[in-house]
């Protein structure tokens, strides 16, 4: 045993971690400090290199502008909505749907399609699907109802962009509570049957409290995504009539590009960046103290 | 009864979340007289010119180019990310080094909106002459597929009996030795499953390409775009919808044969993250 105690086996896992970590504080650590220092800086395209330290006038900028409040809102507004909407759709279809992706694998294949293409790619096509003389949508209701529709008019934007992200994503919480549902042990969906109980108590009392789990962590999942939206917003709709379908991701990148406001665009990122970790760590503290409870 | 219900509620499910997929594969086969006067479902005259045109380098635009800019960015991303994530996998899984400092760290980063970071990074890429270069996107792609790379490889190792280690470290083999001889072939599907997802997560991203690039290493989901604003009149929403079939090929591809293994690792993170 000396000789093991003599390699000091703690050494050498930290060599093997070293390059990641190295890695992380070049390409992240960095940046954050960056980050940091330009937030509390006078600073423009011209003086990158020279900022001037400036107090917290950033932050009073980005607090004081009603577009960063209302990018906060859309993305807590979207975060929220496209997630329950996403988990309620997927969890029926992962249920009601079971018996037949049991027998037929490939079935899941054509339902997890959509996860597959770029959302960048995916904004882009809606583009086409719902072009006024292109698109099939509005062809199909004029052929139909006479009538069509204005998609990305400034009243329905919003409600076109959480329909086109719950259709891609939906198939996110199916396949996570597919496996949810198929991981359940058979045994105890059996012994329930036993007691004679009927399908809808097996599915409220059994299944479901067994699943949750896997809800919240779905719920969470796709929030996080749904707030943090970029790309199929960004190529559909860019930030929208009045700013209206900007998320706050839109907003710090107009923020920097489009207006050339670095110190804004760079305290909004504090401030998310901030904010982001907290609500993380707080979430992972929250998870390990019920592990704990439960152990 | 039921069961006919069922298909039902699966072809309704399919088409819809499939829809915008489909309406791009038919228009893609349409030429620009027809789809003047039919947008629907069907095509009556099928044609491949859209495609020519696409596969058509112009000054301004060059498929090629972005094909190869995508392919050079995602296997760099994919490749770099797995060849970290390994070893700290290892140290991690076994040594128990940074379970509660790194592991979390980097997983957490899996959820942080990565905008964040993305306007020092265009700073520090302007200083380093990294913008648009296919080395600059790689490396931020590594950073986007090490989260969940790391998730999976941990998990696999932790799922290896530590026998194995003991009885090498026994033969003298160093902490290196047995990553790479006894760990790494051991681990060939759950690196095998982190290449493919990193390759197509990679392949899908837009916003660190769309900011860190202008003209030598658009990727295709960038570079798709251009196609929108390609004439002088309206969007050729043939030509358009044929780049973005080109673009959305092969994660499609890879998707459909891998599905098992992606279904697998896309839940790594969710369940056990």
């Given at each position: 045993m000396t000789t093991l105690s003599q390699r000091s086996p703690s050494s050498e896992f930290r060599l093997l971690a070293t390059p990641l970590v190295l890695f992380l504080l070049v390409f992240l650590g960095f940046p954050a400090i960056v980050n940091l220092i330009y937030s509390i800086s006078d600073v423009s395209f011209e003086t990158l290199r020279q900022p001037?330290?400036?107090?917290?006038s950033n932050f009073a900028a980005v607090w004081n502008d009603s577009a960063f409040w209302q990018a906060s809102w859309f993305s807590l507004r979207f975060g929220a909505l496209t997630a329950v909407l996403e988990c309620a759709l997927g969890l029926f279809l992962a249920i009601f749907l079971s018996p037949l992706i049991e027998k037929r694998s490939w079935l899941m294949a054509i339902l997890m399609l959509p996860l597959m293409v770029a959302p960048a790619l995916v904004g882009l096509m809606y583009r086409l699907v719902l072009?006024?003389?292109?698109?099939?949508v509005p062809y199909y209701l004029w052929t139909w109802f006479g009538a069509s529709f204005s998609f990305l008019g400034p009243t329905s934007a919003f409600w076109t962009l959480i329909v086109v992200e719950t259709l891609q994503w939906t198939p996110f919480a199916l396949l996570l509570f597919y496996m949810a549902y198929q991981a359940i042990p058979s045994e105890i969906v059996e012994a329930s049957a036993m007691d004679g109980a009927k399908r809808w108590h097996k599915l409220w009392y059994i299944e479901l409290p067994l699943m949750a789990p896997t809800i919240v962590v779905a719920l969470l999942i796709r929030f996080i995504d749904g707030f943090r939206v970029f790309d199929n917003v960004y190529v559909l709709t860019g930030s929208g009539p009045g700013g209206s379908t900007a998320s706050l991701s839109i907003y710090i990148y107009e923020a920097f590009f489009?207006?050339?406001?670095i110190g804004k665009a760079v305290a909004a990122s504090v401030i998310l960046f901030v904010a982001s970790f907290a609500v993380l760590y707080g979430l992972n503290h929250i998870a390990s103290r019920r592990k704990g409870a439960v152990k | 009864m039921i069961n006919a219900l069922r298909w039902l509620v699966f072809a309704v499910a399919a088409f819809a979340m499939n829809f915008p997929i489909l309406v791009t594969l038919v228009t893609s086969f349409k030429s620009a007289r027809e789809l003047s006067t039919n947008p629907g479902l069907w095509v009556y005259a099928p044609t491949l010119e859209n495609y020519a045109t696409v596969f058509t380098v112009s000054d301004r635009l060059n498929i090629f180019l972005y094909l190869a800019n995508s392919v050079a960015v995602a296997a760099l991303g994919t490749l770099l990310a797995v060849a970290l994530a390994l070893p700290a996998a290892y140290a991690i899984g076994r040594g128990r080094l940074g379970e509660r400092t790194l592991l979390p760290f980097i997983v957490n980063l899996r959820a942080v909106p990565l905008i964040i970071f993305a306007i020092p990074l265009y700073m520090m890429f302007q200083w380093l002459a990294l913008l648009d270069t296919r080395l600059g996107l790689g490396l931020i792609l590594t950073i986007v597929n090490l989260p969940l790379a790391l998730v999976i490889l941990v998990n696999a190792i932790r799922d290896l009996p530590g026998e194995l280690d003991e009885a090498a470290l026994m033969d003298g083999a160093t902490r290196f030795q047995i990553l790479t001889r006894v760990i790494a072939p051991l681990c060939r599907p759950a690196i095998v499953t982190s290449l493919i997802f990193g390759f197509i997560t990679a392949w899908n991203e837009f916003l660190f390409g769309l900011m860190l690039t202008t003209s030598k290493a658009v990727p295709i989901t960038v570079g798709a775009s251009f196609f929108f604003a390609a004439s002088g009149g309206g969007v050729q929403w043939g030509v358009a919808s044929a780049v973005m079939v080109v673009g959305a090929l092969p994660p499609v591809l890879l998707g459909l044969i891998m599905y098992r293994q992606i279904s697998g690792s896309m839940t790594a993170g969710a369940v056990k993250g």
């Open positions: 001037r330290i400036s107090g917290l072009h006024e003389f292109a698109g099939p489009k207006q050339g406001a | -």
